[in-house]
Each structure stands twice: as C-alpha cells, then as structure tokens.
C-alpha cells in the first residue's frame, strides 16, 4: 500500500546524518531537533503553537484533556474513522456520540451531528477522512452557535487545504479550536517510528498542553494537573525535518496519481471514484489542494467489492479495505442509544469501499496494471 523504501532512497542522506547528528549530541528527548521541527511545522501550517507528542492516539487524548473536558460531557465524532477517534474519548470517561457520514465525502454529516446535539454536548471532533477536509465552515458554525469546541482529527489530511465560503483558504488542522495529527510511518507526513503533535491557535491551551505532555509540569517538579508522558523523540524529529521541505511534493506526488487512477476509472458504472471540492471548476485534479489522498477510496457498487480485494491480491496488489466495521457496532462502542437507520450511509460504505496503494513513488506502470485489474474484475 505504501513505499517508504522508495521515499527514502531520495532523501537517505539527509536523513542519515540527521540522525547520526541526534546520536552524537545525544538529547535524545525534547532536544533541539524537536524544537526545531515544532517551529518549522507552526511555519509550515501557519499556526501560533505545534506541541510535538509520541503519537496521534495521544495527540487527540491530550487536546481533550487540556480542553478540560469532565467525565459525562458528550463528545460528537463520526461512525467511519479509525477506533482511536473514539477510544480517547471512551477512555477519558466522556460520552462517544458516534453519528452518520456523507456517502459522498465519507466525511461527518452536518445535519447528524446537528440531530445529536444534548445540553451535555461539549465537542465535535471532525475528522479529515482519507484526505480530504471535512465541512469546517459548518462544523464550526454549528459549534459556536452551541457553544462547543471543535477538535480536528488531522491524522490523515496533512497540508491540505479547506476554503471557506467566502473564499479564504486555511490548512487542515488550524479551524477549529484544536487539532491532533499523527506522524506514524504510513502518514502523509511520516518518521519511522511514532510521532505525532496538537496544533492550536490559542495560546492558553497551548501552555496548558505543553504541561500536560510531561506529566502536567509547568515548573520542574511541580504537578498542577494530571498529565500524561507523550513526547516526540529527538530521531524522529530528525527524520521529520529532513521530510517536511516535501511535503507538498509528497502530496502532489499522491493527487497526481490520484488523477491518473480516476482518469482511468472515467464512465465505469460500478466504479465511484472519490471526489473533491474542486471537481466542479477544476476538472485537472492534479491542481486540487483540499485532498491530500492519504487513501484513495472507491466505492464499488452493484459489484463484489470482496471478491476484488482478492482478485486484486491474487494479482500482487495490496488492497484496503478502510473501515470494514462501523464504530458503532463494535464491542466496545456499542451503544443502547444508538439506532439503525440512523447509520444508514456507514452501513452501506463498509459493504462498498475498498483502498487501492497510494503513496508518491506510484509509476505509471504500476498505475495501469492496478487500474486495469479493477477494470477487468468489475467489467466482469
Ligand atoms: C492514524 C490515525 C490516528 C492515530 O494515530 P497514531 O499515531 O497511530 O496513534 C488517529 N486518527 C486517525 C483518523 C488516524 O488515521
């Protein structure tokens, strides 16, 4: 699905002398690399604070605790995201309110979350699926309308764009009041190893973030707040220095191939290639900045999208299937509450959707041979 071997051999010297570089100075933990990849990335995304931590889990975790959210408060996320979207949540004794997406976007859907608003409702955590950002403009009216706070899932949409209705255009990850990231290796933005950081635009949170961090200290050794052990080791900050100058290649690499896949995909019935913000004034998606494709998903219709993947992985090509269960039907996250018909569209997504390989060192070679294997299957 991924080649970060490829990736690699392009920047193998710049990598490898940054990190011999943190071996010799050995601070090894929140050393002057770290610190300069916090200060790099705020540049980068055009926000007041990054607070680098050890993973995107943690990342989220820790962007509700310093919000200070309590134990009963009823947090709003999606039923079509990866499980630590709601595993932070459940584990810091709030209440998951887990709703509907767009069959389209396969992004939260405005109005479900608009239905599952309760006096106890203290957040909405959006999460930018696969890429491609979700309604902020929305989102974020709806949150202040109800006074909550909005905490962006930005795992996935790294160095994308959203624009707003009055055509301002903004990063992923810099709307809503905080956002969490992950810089796991497959990530749009990778280290190898884990990583992953909280951007916010509001200075009070960020101090209180960076206490809670390291144990809740804000003077050494002594703990105003409970707090947390979640740092960015000084190596991976090194290999994210050494990446984050191609970022913006990087995602151009994967929107390039995203095109060539949905050029190919072009009036095939069963085949609904994901879309994007721009596809109406835009139809050269290689120009498209709102979807950096951390995935590229189909949804194959009136087909058997299982009997593809394996096809597909017959054939030597690795296969997706992302989210083969909804959240809200799994052991962990069920819910008396939660009724049916009102997770119709994740429902039918997980019955539908199927990942092909997406990263920057896809070939035109490979790009055909993969189409073409969908196509045949498909047409069959
Ligand atoms: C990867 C991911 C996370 C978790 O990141 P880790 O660094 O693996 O902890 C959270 N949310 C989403 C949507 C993700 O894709």
Redesign the pocket.
């Known amino acids: 699905m991924v080649d970060l071997k490829g990736q690699y051999a392009a920047i193998k010297e710049r990598v490898d002398s940054s990190i011999l570089n943190v071996i010799e100075n050995t601070a090894f933990v929140n050393g002057p690399e770290v610190h300069a990849f916090q200060k790099e990335l705020e540049e980068y995304l055009n926000v007041k604070n990054v607070i680098p931590c050890a993973?995107?889990?943690?990342?989220?975790q820790i962007a509700m605790m310093g919000l200070g959210l309590k134990p009963g408060d009823e947090v709003i996320t999606a039923d079509f995201?990866?499980a630590?979207?709601v595993e932070v949540i459940a584990l810091l004794g709030l209440t998951p309110v887990l709703v509907d997406v767009d069959p389209v976007t396969f992004n939260i859907d405005v109005e479900a979350i608009k239905n599952a608003i309760t006096p106890n409702t203290k957040a909405i955590v959006p999460?930018h699926?696969f890429g491609l950002a979700a309604n902020m403009d929305e989102i974020m009216d709806l949150a202040n309308e109800h006074n909550l706070y909005v905490i962006e899932?930005n795992?996935?949409g790294i160095g994308g764009y959203y624009t707003s209705k009055d055509g301002s255009k903004k990063k992923t990850g810099t709307i809503g009041h905080v956002a969490?990231t992950?810089?796991?290796p497959s990530?749009n933005l990778g280290c190898y190893g884990?990583?992953?950081a909280i951007f916010t635009n509001d200075d009070e949170l960020a101090h209180m973030i960076r206490g809670i961090v390291n144990h809740g200290m804000y003077e050494r050794y002594h703990h105003d707040v409970v707090g947390v052990n979640s740092r960015l080791d000084s190596i991976q900050a090194a290999v994210l220095r050494a990446k984050l100058p191609n970022l913006d290649s990087y995602n151009k690499a994967r929107r390039t191939a995203a095109a060539k896949y949905t050029k190919a995909f072009k009036d095939r019935e069963n085949i609904i290639t994901p879309t994007c913000f721009c596809d109406a004034s835009d139809t050269n998606k290689e120009n498209c900045d709102c979807h950096v494709y951390?995935q590229y998903t189909l949804k194959i219709v009136n087909s058997d999208r299982d009997a593809l993947a394996k096809h597909l992985n017959e054939n030597g090509i690795p296969c997706g299937v992302y989210y083969p269960i909804p959240l809200h039907l799994q052991k962990a996250y069920l819910d008396v509450r939660y009724k049916e018909e009102n997770f119709t569209v994740t429902n039918q997504l997980i019955k539908e959707v199927i990942s092909l390989p997406m990263h920057t060192e896809l070939d035109d070679e490979q790009i055909e041979y993969i189409t073409s294997m969908v196509i045949n299957f498909v047409n069959k």
């Open positions: 993973n995107g889990t943690d990342a989220l995201t990866f630590a979207t999460v699926l899932d795992a996935q969490s992950s810089f796991f990530k884990d990583g992953g951390h």
